[in-house]
Structures are given as C-alpha cells and as structure tokens.
C-alpha cells in the first residue's frame, strides 16, 4: 500500500495550543460533521503539519466504526495523537465548550421568549464557504487514500450507494470488507478482530435506560448517556430517536419543543449533538443542561480512549489495512455525498455562487485559514440580512 507510514512520532504539543484551537473550531465550525473534519484537516494537517494525510485518514476511518458525534471524536483522537492523553481530553471538552456554551444562551432566550434568535443570515454567507473547504478537503486528503484503482472504484461504488440512501454503517463496512476480498486475503478471525473490536464497545450500552422513567436529572443523564453510546448517523436520526423516547414515550417535550431543539444543533456551530444541551435546558435548567451534555458526549471519549491502540495494529495487519484502505475510501464517499446535498441547499442565488468561488480561491491560492473564511462568510451573510 502507497500510504505515508501511520507509526511516524506526532510533535507533542503543548497543552494551551491543543485547547486554543479546538476552542477556536468548536466556535466557528458550522456544516456539520463533514466541515468539522474538514476544517481539521486545514489546521492540523495543511497548517500546522501535526499529522499527515495518511495519518488523519486513518484516525477518520476509525472514527467512523465506532457510535457517537464524529468530529468530536476525531478531535479527540487528534488531541491524543498531538499531546497524548492529557490532550485526548481537552481537544475534545474544547470542541464541545464553545458549541454548548452557545447552544445554552439559545435555550435561556428560548424559555425567556417563547422563540429562537433569526440565524438565517448567518447561515446564508457560511454555507458557500463551508462547500469550498470541504471540497478542497476531499481533494487532499483523496489523493492520499485513493491511490490503487481498487480503491478508486471502491470510493465510486460507496458514493453511489451512499447516494441512493444505503445505511452509512452498510457502505463503510460493505467497502471496508471488500478490499481483502478482492485482493484475495483471507480473513482469520484473529486477523480481522481489531477492526471488530471498534464496534464492539457499542453492544454493552443498548440496554441502558431502556425502560420509561420519570423526569429527573439521573433518568436524564442516563437516556444521553443511551443515546451517546448507541447512536450512528446525522442529526436526522438523532431526532428520530429523541422522538420515540422524549416525545412519544416518556412525554418530557412537545414535537415543536423537539423540532426547535434539533434545530438549533444544526444550525449553530459545533457537534450537532449539542441538541442535548439545548433540551436539558427545556427540562431542568442549567443543571439539566450540564447533565445532558455530559450523558451524550462521555461515550466518545470513552470509545476513542479504548480505540486509540487499534489504529496501528490495524495498520500494521494486512488484512485490517486493507479493510481500513476501503473504510477510509467509504468515509471520503460519505463526505462528498453530504457536500453535494448541503451545496443543493446553499447556492441559491449568484452572490451565494460568487462566495464559494472566492473562497475556493482564497483557500486553494492564498492560503486564507478556513476558520477566517467561514468568520469572513458570516460577516457577509449578517451584512446582507441587515441590508434586506
């Protein structure tokens, strides 16, 4: 396999640095997952140089076979791979502060005022901007995963499948498994069990707050804490499952109360799965806020902490190198797929288009940080709503 060696020693770096920018991501990161992991890339592999390309695929491809916010758990893993398990932690709290912090003021307006702050400004001049740093995002780090064309047509089939709806869980472990089967490695079952193990921590947490509970802060903390362990997919499953539970089981929320709630998430920076904090706020409060936020995001520290010695051995393991070599072609498939769906809702109009190219040439020809950008894209969204 033509990938840069994954046991390269990563710089170690200091502490406040980790938490600075993870700080400063967590605060700007709007698109959701795939412009999250975009923008990490831009800092952490194209600026700064802590990892490479094949480093960071591997980490996202891991990422991906285990439950909960994806681009926290890459900020997690990133954080231990810069600045080992001290960084493991702050990289992620970092990531999620800003987003909750953020999310609760939405919540403290919304119970105040009965109604949600207009953010549609905003969103208008981000999206064309968050389109362009995915996009050259994919770019990058595409030519360093699709380097055979088995792999290529691989990244071909995930994309199409990914498009007519196929589960994502489906898509990454079908493309993942069907790169030692082509290549005509036989898979023993003690060659294959580290990229099993990844799922593995999944199967424990089902069961857990399983039955209807009265409100309280521990039913509370323990039906995130559920969800956070369980959980694949985007924000669309996320609010099917708070659905069957908050809404029409246990009747803590109203469908509006839920809608509002999702919404938020999606529209402000960060894990969309700050959704937690805002409905914890509904619930009870600050307290509740903090509990929920906690419940949902613990699993993926957890998770990252009990995978982070898989990733090498995947690697070293030819049968569970190629299995990641199709996994990671399946994550970029995923990305692109998401991209082209939220560029569909973005572009709009021609100042919208005209953003995007101008971002795509700051970035790709001047060198213009992504996080600027996306500050730049806001600024001009506010403008233009203050203008109409």
Not at 139 to 151: D, E, N
Not at 218 to 237: A, N
Request: charged share 10%.
């Amino acid at each position: 396999m033509n990938v840069e060696p994954p046991t390269r020693l990563a710089p170690r770096v200091p502490l406040r640095t980790v938490a600075g920018l993870f700080l400063r991501l967590g605060a700007t990161s709007f698109g959701g997952p795939a412009a999250h992991v975009a923008l990490m890339e831009d800092e952490c592999v194209r600026h700064r140089g802590w990892l490479t390309h094949a480093e960071f695929l591997d980490l996202l491809g891991a990422t991906n076979l285990i439950p909960g916010p994806n681009s926290t758990e890459m900020a997690i893993h990133i954080g231990h791979r810069i600045a080992g398990w001290p960084g493991l932690v702050v990289a992620g709290a970092c990531f999620i502060l800003p987003a909750a912090v953020i999310v609760g003021l939405l919540a403290w307006v919304y119970v105040a005022y009965a109604e949600l702050p207009p953010v549609a400004g905003v969103l208008y001049g981000v999206k064309p901007v968050v389109i362009a740093v995915v996009v050259q995002a994919l770019w990058r780090l595409g030519r360093s995963a699709v380097r055979t064309p088995l792999v290529a047509a691989v990244a071909v089939a995930a994309t199409v499948l990914a498009a007519l709806g196929v589960h994502e869980l489906l898509v990454l472990f079908g493309m993942g498994l069907a790169v030692p089967v082509v290549r005509g490695l036989f898979v023993r079952p003690r060659s294959a069990a580290p990229a099993v193990l990844l799922a593995v921590p999944t199967l424990p947490a089902v069961g857990v707050a399983a039955a209807p509970a009265s409100f309280g802060l521990g039913p509370l903390f323990l039906f995130f804490l559920k969800v956070g362990s369980v959980l694949f997919g985007s924000g669309y499953v996320l609010l099917a499952f708070l659905r069957a539970d908050l809404v029409e089981r246990y009747g803590w929320l109203s469908e509006r109360e839920l809608l509002d709630a999702v919404a938020v998430g999606q529209v402000t920076p960060g894990p969309v799965f700050t959704t937690a904090t805002f409905i914890g706020y509904l619930l009870g409060g600050p307290a509740g806020a903090a509990v929920a936020t906690v419940g949902i995001f613990l699993p993926a520290f957890v998770f990252v902490a009990l995978s982070v010695p898989l990733v090498p051995r995947l690697r070293r393991s030819k049968v569970a190198g190629a299995f990641l070599d199709g996994v990671n072609a399946a994550s970029l498939a995923l990305m692109a797929v998401v991209t082209v769906q939220l560029a569909d809702a973005a572009l709009a109009d021609w100042p919208a288009v005209v953003l995007l190219v101008a971002s795509a040439v700051l970035l790709l020809w001047c060198r213009v940080g992504a996080t600027w950008l996306v500050l730049g894209g806001a600024a001009v969204g506010l403008l233009r709503a203050a203008a109409g």
